[in-house]
């Protein structure tokens, strides 16, 4: 027998079993009990209710397609093993696919980002703005900023909804003078996420203007107590007043700045945590502790004339017509520390050196030059990593 033949004999002895495939299924359900494995509980079914069954869509291999076979149907008691999972029991609800605007065409809704406070970052850039080199300060010079005293105040308003960025440096050295020899570490630290809340309806922040009497730049080149604007006070209509004086304002050199500040933030007792914890670790040179803060001013000044340089010789002889009235205010508690009643923003000085006091160690121990992350911490609480540091560090020989 050639291959041909065979292969001709062998398709047809497939053809006639996929052919009586469907009648041994109906055979093989009627001789048991409704279909089910034997001993269950199950009811035997009749011819009308075999022939009722529901089909389900299987593979063939002789046409190459789903054909339809009858399928058993198992209607017995709950058995003692479950069946094997196969997905939830509710389908997942689809993500709504995000929006590039709000529904009335607005402004796109600020990103968020896991893990960072909930805040509209791209207000510390914004268009028409440069940051200075020290990322201290952003200024524009856009004319309509200068001529209208409604986008000015809007403006002021806006950038007040961010806070600045205030620090911790800690910078080791060794050597003839505190400013002068060997770095042995320089640790920061940011502390951005201490005046944010994560409940946007706890947060603290407030917009207030100079008071009556009060010493500011109000429109000269010298602080002074006066002049003053009609409004009410606070927020309300003084931005409003102190604009539009700014816009009047006929000088060819003049700036409008709103300054973002901290208060109630003990400085001092962290400072001397940080001394107290690094003569502990017995570190032989000199300590500086500061706390500064960037993106703290925001900055508008009239356009320039003619060119930046004649504007900056014009201000130095003529002197620039200041006016820095305004402040966004940033909390990190109700009160000083020790006041009775006082509520910080996220967390006490006290809770925020317990959970940092480790991290800090560790990264001036191994003498980090960098930031100190919630990475440090992390690693501090998953694997104790300070708390396997030695006692006594080896500082080295003294230069």
Known sequence: MDFTTEAALEKARLQEHMMLQPQREQQSLASTSRGAPAGSNAVPMTQEELESLPTTSQYSPVHGQHSPISAPLYLTQPSLTPPPYSGPSTPAQEPTPPQDSNPAGGPKPAPRYPGLPALDYRLYNPPLFELSADKTTIKSAAAHLSSSAEALAALVRQQAKVPPKPQIHVVGRRGSSPHSGKVDFAIRLNLLALLVPEDARQRMDYLRCVGPGEVAFRGGSKPAAAPEVDGDGGDGGTVDAWAARFVADSASVKAFVLERVVVNLDVDWLEGQIRKLLAGMKYPGSVAVSFPMTHHRVVVQNPDRVNKFITSVTGFFAGKR??????????????????????????????????????????????????????DKLEALMDGTPANLPADVDWGPDC
Do not use: D, H, L
Not at 349 to 370: D, L, M
């Open 322 to 375: 200041k006016y820095e009235v305004v402040k966004a205010v940033w909390p990190f508690a109700t009160m000083p520390r020790g006041n009775e009643g006082r509520r910080c923003a996220v967390q006490s000085e006290e809770v925020w050196w317990k959970e940092w006091r480790g991290p800090i160690r560790y990264a001036i121990a191994t003498k980090r030059q960098g930031w100190v992350t919630n990475e």
